[in-house]
């Protein structure tokens, strides 16, 4: 049977711009640009793994509110379940220790950063939003 993980995404705005971050060189699918975030653990909520993910990942206080997009999708070893979140940024700014880099987008931007493909689904989905 295929591993299944349910991974949680951050939909920051501020301003009119998203925060995107960028993979480290070293991470699976490294380089590419996401909505922070990152897997939710056994007992977990949705809310509390992408309070802690965003924390943990950038240093950015959130609180997490309304479901906006929920994808699935399939890799060559395993399969992602993949819902993205509209946050709230209540204090802190981006830091870089986990992430190569970051980035505030305008929404029509967003094409012209490469994503995973999980995450491809996502932006054709809030493109339409």
Not at 7 to 18: K, L, N, P
Not at 97 to 117: C, G, K, S, T
Request: net charge negative; hydrophobic share 40%; proline share 6%.
């Amino acid at each position: 049977m295929r591993r299944k993980i349910r991974v949680v995404g951050a939909m920051i705005e501020q301003d009119g711009r998203y925060l995107i971050t960028q993979r480290p060189a070293t991470a699976s699918l490294p380089l590419l640009w996401e909505f922070p975030g990152g897997r939710v653990e056994p007992g977990e909520t949705d809310q509390d793994a992408l309070a802690r993910e965003v924390l943990e990942l950038v240093g950015l206080l959130v609180e997490p509110g309304d479901r906006v997009v929920h994808v699935e999708h399939g890799y060559d070893a395993y399969d992602i379940d993949f819902c993205v979140y509209r946050c709230r940024l209540v204090s802190g700014a981006p830091r870089h220790e986990r992430i190569n880099d970051h980035r505030w987008v305008l929404a029509r931007e967003l094409d012209h950063y490469q994503f995973p493909p999980a995450d491809e689904k996502t932006i054709g989905l809030l493109l339409g939003l």
